[in-house]
T-cell receptor, first 110, second 112 residues
């Protein structure tokens, strides 16, 4: 069974700093990987979807990379803002379903 | 944009009640999913469906059932609610297996 790990579980940074969130998975046979943001008590908002044939995807200040062979993905957030404070989850798609990590809780301090 | 709508944001039910959680998507997606999310346990898949009247068990189906009579609607049923089913319930849909998920805003269910 696919296992997805996100490290660190929590991260606190000062405003303006660039940061990297990590996601690793045990089975490289994936179709795609998706990064989500979740605010407290809310649903998940999709940030970026990377297909298995792609190396990276960018949206605004966000850049996600995928190294399928090593089972790793990173989410890079540039020039962090207090509004970026949330929990970030990655999910890998095996074709039948997505498997989720437990998330990284990010706090950006003004 | 695809919209996934969950009928209730907050629900409080009594132990033993039959509970229906409704999810509707508006973009003709084949696949629909129900998850529950608990602190420290992450998202766990309860049931999913690839088509109308089809359903598949996820990782934690016990105590739950589902119904998909129409393509756009996927209902989660708690046959006899128990306190250990207090949780955040999240519905998601996707076009096909190779596409990403779109989530609803979640239903926070409390069973007392």
């Amino acid at each position: 069974k696919q296992e997805v790990t996100q490290i660190p579980a929590a991260l606190s940074v000062p405003e303006g700093e660039n940061l990297v969130l990590n996601c690793s998975f045990t089975d490289s046979a994936i179709y795609n990987l998706q990064w989500f943001r979740q605010d407290p008590g809310k649903g998940l908002t999709s940030l970026l979807l990377i297909q298995s044939s792609q190396r990276e995807q960018t949206s605004g200040r966000l850049n996600a990379s995928l190294d399928k062979s090593s089972g790793r993905s990173t989410l890079y957030i540039a020039a962090s803002q207090p509004g970026d404070s949330a929990t970030y989850l990655c999910a890998v798609n095996t074709g039948n379903q997505f498997y989720f990590g437990t998330g990284t809780s990010l706090t950006v301090i003004p | 944009d695809v919209k996934v709508t969950q009928s209730s944001r907050y629900l409080v039910k009594r132990t033993g009640e039959k509970v229906f959680l409704e999810c509707v998507q508006d973009m003709d997606h084949e696949n629909m999913f129900w998850y529950r999310q608990d602190p420290g346990l992450g998202l766990r898949l309860i049931y999913f469906s690839y088509d109308v009247k089809m359903k598949e068990k996820g990782d934690i189906p016990e105590g739950y059932s589902v119904s998909r009579e129409k393509k756009e609607r996927f209902s989660l049923i708690l046959e006899s609610a128990s306190t250990n089913q207090t949780s955040m319930y999240l519905c998601a849909s996707s076009l096909r297996g190779l596409y990403g998920y779109t989530f609803g805003s979640g239903t926070r269910l409390t069973v007392v």
